[in-house]
Every structure is written in C-alpha cells, then in structure tokens.
C-alpha cells in the first residue's frame, strides 16, 4: 500500500537570515522539492512615492539614498539624471566623471555584496563574505572622502554633485583601482573552480532568456541568462559612450552564471574607472540652479544601468516645486518576478540559493 | 541609443489597423482607448519591425478628471522604444485591460498599482495588494487621500 503524502506549506521569512530583509516566501512543498512558491512583500514599505510629491525636487534626494541602500550613489545618479532631463539642465564636464566614477565604485561595493551574501547562502559561511567587506571597506572610505557619509551619501545634486573631490582622494582611488584586480583574482582562485560552488551553483535555477526577457528581469540576473543588454551600452547616458569596456553575459542563466557576471562586472567596473580617471577634465563640479526648482509642466522617464537592474525614475511635473508624481521603476521588485519559475521543482536548499543569487535589496522592493 | 520612435507615426499605423483605437498622440507618446489596449498591445509586440518584446515599466497617474496608466515598451532586438498610455475616467469603478498575457513582467506591477491607485486590471491572474495588508482602507498614491 502506498503511503498518503499531502502537500506541505511552508513559511520562510518574514525574519529569516537568508531572506536578507523582511520578505517572506510562502513555500509549498512535496518532500524537499518546492512545488508552489508565493512571494509576500510590503513589510518595509514607506511611501516614498507618495512622500516625495509632499518635497521639493531637491529634498527628494536623499529619499533616494534610502531605496536600495547598498548603492546610493546609483540611485541618486538616476533621480538627478531624470530631474535634469525634465528641467532641460546641463552638467558640467567634471563633475560627469565623478558622477561615473562614483556610480562604478558602487557598482564594485554592491556586487561585493551580492556576491558575498550569495555564497553565505550556498553555505560558505562568513568566510567569503568578509573577504568582500574587506575590499567594500576601502570603498565605503573613499566615499566618506567626497562626502562624509558611507552609506547614505546624498552626494549628487541637480546639475552637479555636492562636493569636488579632495586632494587625498584621487591617489587612495589610484591604489585602489590597481589592488582591486588582484583581489578579484583571488576571489576567482578561491570560488571560481571551487567544487562545492559548482555542484550547488551550475544548473539551478535555470532562467531561459526568452523568459527573463518577457518577466522584464534586468541587470545581472538578465545578462546571466545570455541577453547583452545593458543601458550603459544599448542607451549610453552621462560619459558612457567614451569609455570602453564589454558586458559580461551568462550561458545558461543558472544561479553560476548570475554570480560569473557580478564578478566580470566588477573587473569592467574597474576598467571605467581608470579611464575616467585619466580622462577627468578640471572645472566646475556644479550648475547654478534654481533653489526653488520648478520644471516645465511635462513629464519624464530616465533610467540608469544600476547594479541590480534598470532603475527608472518617472516624474511628472505641474509646474510646481514639487513632483506631481514621482515613480521609482524599482529593478528587484521585477526581477523577483522570475523568482516562482525559477525556483518550482527545486530543493528547499537549492531555492535558498536561488533567492540569493538575484540579489535584492528589500528596501526597494517595497519603497 | 535607444531610439524613441515616433508616436504619432505609430498612431497613424495604429488607427489604419484598428481604427477609432487611437484618442491623440504627439511625438512622444500615444493614448489609446482602454477597451483596445490589449489589441493595440498584441499589435505592436508582434508586428515584424515593432517587436516590443519587452515592457520596461508601468505606472499610473492620478489626474483627478482621470486615471492614466502609462506603459514604457521597449524592444531589445531592435533597441528602440515607445511610450503607450491609456485613461480610466470612472473614479470609483476605474478598470483597464492586464498585460501580464503579453508581458509577464507586467505582474507585480500591475498589483502595485492596484495596490496604491486603486485602479484593477481585467485578466490579471492574481490581483490582489501587494504592499499593503489585505483590508488597508483606500488607496494611497490617489491624489484625494489624505
């Protein structure tokens, strides 16, 4: 006689430590092997859309700081880009190279992250994850440097960035840019090969690229399923088109190859850096603006290559102080889109690494 | 560079192939009638030439006198894009098409509008809140909640 089995379900999270934030996945399961998968999100949800309309454009920046709070800068960069676009004001020359080179140096501290907080979750317990800090500090000071914070930095401005960089600044970036390669090989010696990576990472969580493309995914997680698609390429913005660099892209679109992309992202983030270091122009770093900003009656929608996805700002203007309406195309709340599909017929075990290898940050999933 | 195809050239293809689908359009974008989203949308993802395999964001707007849900399609292959909107103008009732048909990233983000708009969308195959809690009063990025 066969035994009765009945579906089981499951809650992971809301507080859970691979859930990285508040995110709760309501999991139903067969045995081991997930067979539903429904996402609850909204624990740390805030309102920014609806606070911003209440501030002026420029107060509105730091609310950016707090969406994904592992890359400030890069969202500040998207939110000033927009606004900009709307007034129709232009940045001087400088200060769009430092706005480069601050979006790339987040570019490299957030992947640290993403990276590290990834292989805890395959079960390299802490070990990996501080080798990144480590690096992700030297970041973290270069930052504190132009800015005095290091995490919310509130460093762009409309028609600018708030502080020029201090003389010390550009040879810690200097030391930096040549250490970090090195670094990057070692984390390669280490995981790259590592067996235990490779029998836990390489064909799980597969995403075929004709469905990362229809669920919208972006950034690593759609580049890791084989589409060459970044805005810094396909939409250059700022500086880009002067720089030369490649886009990494997966074969498969497993939990490997979301992880192999973050780390050649890193080595071409490191690339752009030194050649904006060699071509940064002297100047002004920011354009007289109005104190009390108020744009032409219309609408816009800018976007950035952020380092989780395409962050998009949609602002529409009433010709007040203030943004009439202010959305924020939040990268991973879409990419947590694919996160069903990829995980149903997999192992508890294995969905944990799958969650991880999207890398999220709850605070903009929820806003 | 992404190009920014022109909306009224597609409005004109547009009203040629379903016509009256079309409420006005300038060179940046076009508003279309709700009832003919869905059609109108199908159109411009399969049609050799449009292809707008990909729908990069949606979002709605409150405007008091209506609701306008804006859709910002791009299309990878080609690399170009288009900005496609439609308007609801029952407040208390305001519904319009799901994409998540055509477009499956389309999902959570139709859910959130519904969740803080108010605004539902037809076809969806799990509309409920997103960020809030089921039973929140009221829907918070409308302009007349306070």
Redesign the interface.
Same mark, same amino acid.
């Given at each position: 006689m066969a035994i009765k089995t009945e579906p089981f379900v499951i809650n992971i999270g809301p507080v859970h430590p691979s859930t990285h934030g508040v995110f709760r996945m309501r999991a139903t399961l067969d045995g081991e092997v997930v067979i539903d998968l429904e996402l609850v999100i909204g624990y740390l949800h805030r309102g920014i859309e609806k606070l911003a309309e209440g501030r002026t454009y420029t107060q509105n920046i730091p609310f950016t700081d707090r969406l994904d709070y592992l890359a400030s800068m890069s969202n500040n960069l998207a939110y000033v880009m927009a606004v900009e676009k709307l007034a129709g004001i232009s940045v001087p020359e400088r200060a769009e190279y430092l706005r480069v080179i601050m979006a790339e140096l987040q570019r490299i501290a957030s992947h640290l992250i993403g990276v590290g907080a990834f292989l805890n979750d395959c079960g390299a317990f802490m070990t990996p994850f501080l080798y990144m800090f480590r690096e992700r500090e030297k970041i973290l000071d270069l930052f504190e440097m132009v800015c005095g914070q290091r995490l919310t930095y509130n460093y762009m401005r409309i028609g600018g960035v708030s502080h020029d960089i201090p003389e010390e600044f550009l040879p810690a970036l200097d030391k930096f840019v040549r250490q970090m390669p090195g670094f990057i090989d070692e984390y390669d010696q280490l995981l790259a090969e590592n067996e235990i990576l490779l029998a836990r990472a390489k064909g799980v969580g597969i995403l075929p690229k004709e469905l990362a493309i229809n669920i919208s995914a972006s950034g690593p997680v759609l580049r890791g399923s084989s589409v060459k698609w970044d805005i810094r390429k396909a939409d250059p913005y700022s500086v880009y088109d002067r720089f030369q660099f490649d886009i990494p892209i997966g074969s498969v679109g497993d939990c490997y190859d979301r992880y192999w992309v973050k780390i050649q992202e890193m080595r071409q983030s490191v690339r752009i850096i030194k050649q904006a270091m060699e071509q940064l122009p002297s100047g002004e770093v920011l354009t007289e603006v109005p104190h009390l900003l108020h744009p032409p009656v219309g609408e816009v929608y800018g976007h950035i290559e952020a380092p989780k996805g395409e962050l998009g700002f949609y602002l529409v203007s009433d010709n007040s102080v203030a943004p009439y309406r202010f959305h924020v195309r939040a990268p991973t709340l879409i990419n947590l889109t694919a996160l069903r599909d990829m995980m149903i017929g997999w192992k508890v075990a294995d969905a944990i690494i799958i969650f991880g290898s999207i890398d999220i940050c709850l605070a903009e999933v929820d806003r | 560079?992404?190009v920014a195809l022109s909306a009224k050239e597609i409005a004109t293809k547009l009203e040629g192939q379903f016509p009256g689908s079309i409420i006005e359009s300038n060179q940046n974008n076009l508003v279309v009638k709700s009832e003919s989203l869905l059609e109108v949308a199908t159109f411009l993802k399969t049609t050799p030439g449009l292809d707008f395999?990909? &729908?990069?964001?949606i979002?709605a707007?409150?405007y008091y006198d209506y609701f306008e849900v804006?859709y910002?399609l791009t299309s #990878?292959k080609h690399?170009h894009s288009l900005?496609v909107k439609t308007r609801c103008y029952d407040r208390d009732n305001p519904s319009v098409p799901s994409v998540v048909s055509l477009?499956?990233?389309?999902? @959570?983000?139709e859910r959130?509008i519904y969740d &803080?708009m108010g605004i539902s969308f037809d076809g969806h195959p799990n509309l409920k809140? #997103? @960020? &809030?809690?089921e039973g929140f009063q009221g829907h918070?990025?409308r302009k007349d909640y306070l």
């Open positions: - | 560079m992404t395999d990909y &729908l990069t964001s979002t707007v409150d804006v910002h #990878i690399n900005v477009w499956r990233g389309a999902d @959570f983000q959130e &803080l809140r #997103i @960020f &809030l809690w918070p990025l």
